[in-house]
């Protein structure tokens, strides 16, 4: 039996809540279990798409605790489809999206009303650590990580770029809204170069949602339900945004107070960890869309769950029962794929990871 989109809403927030109850943000945890040397990155599917906002913290909480180093992920059909054959025994990890449903309603006239909803689904993915016979160009070996010096030359260059006014000096770390300003400790109170980064990282995320950029909700004060959710969207935006700017986020203690009204919130809203992490999702595109070179733009506004791929508007199950056209954004890397194996020619079929 498939799956209700309020069961999976309340799995998938149970997963988080666990590692909250255990002081555990899983949104850092990533970094304090790469491999020696390694860099933490964002998941991607088998045509280097990037997942995004919940799918990045599932697949995320998933390479942490079964010891994934590759963030390659497809699905069984994808990877039959390249020549690879998943492992017998091998268990898939769940990401989601978004499915649009039209529905009928009646109104407080009586009158029937159709009304635009969307569904939540899920479907199955493999690490590709899972999978035998890929295709060397489907499984390379990773590059060299960068220095430290490369690392925090681009952070800064990123921060720069954004236009931000940082002012420096005392000892908090803050987004003021009112002033619209970043305030930041001298950079030599901070532990590390990684740290001051880290910290303002998650500050920027902040003030991306300024009334003139963003336009979130902000709250007022601590133990405010609007300020700690507002805080979660930037733990989890500073995250994405150290992930790709190969930076270890700085897991700040004076952080930790919140742990018990983020718990408080997920437990009340089973949503609330997808508006998030969708509010996280465009505050990183926001600030990246701000680079001279951006990255891939992501796609569109779901006003509930950018987060969670809802560019996909089909679902798949592994049978490969149901096939659909690959969305127009996945066409270029799916072209690319189509050139290293000229004869996978129905590979723009496979349903997207």
Known sequence: MEESGKDLYAQITAKIVADLENGVRSWNQPWTNVRAGGEVLIPI????????????????????????SSPKWMTYNQAQLLGGQVRKGERGSMVVFTKPLEV???????????????????YTVFNVEQIDGLPAECCPQPEPPRSLDERIEAA????????????????????APARDVVQMPPF?????????????????????????????????????PVYANEELVAELGAAFLCASLGITPEIRQDHAAYIGDWLAILKEDNRAIFRAAAHAQRAADFL???????????????????????????????????????????LPATTHVLNLF???????????S
């Open 342 to 352: 000229p004869n996978l020619h129905n590979l723009q079929k496979i349903a997207p």
């Open 45 to 68: 599917r088998h045509n280097g798409v990037a997942y995004r906002g919940v799918n990045v913290l599932l697949l995320w909480i998933e390479a942490m605790r079964r010891g994934f």
């Open 156 to 175: 800064d260059s990123f921060v720069n770029a954004t236009g931000a006014v940082v002012h420096h000096g005392g000892n908090r770390a803050f987004y």
């Open 104 to 122: 009928t309603q009646t109104d407080e006239a009586g009158a029937e009303v159709e009304k635009n909803m969307r569904l939540l689904r899920r």
């Open 288 to 330: 990246n869309a701000l680079q001279p070179k951006s990255p891939e733009p992501g796609y569109g506004g779901d006003p509930l769950l950018t987060s969670v791929d809802h560019q996909i508007k089909y679902h798949h199950a592994t049978s490969g029962s149901r096939a659909a056209r690959a969305p127009s954004a996945l």
């Open 188 to 224: 030599e109170h901070f532990i590390g170069k990684e740290a001051y980064y880290g910290t303002l990282l998650h500050e920027l995320t902040h003030w991306s949602g300024h009334s003139t950029r963003l336009n979130r909700e902000f709250g007022k004060m601590f133990g405010d």
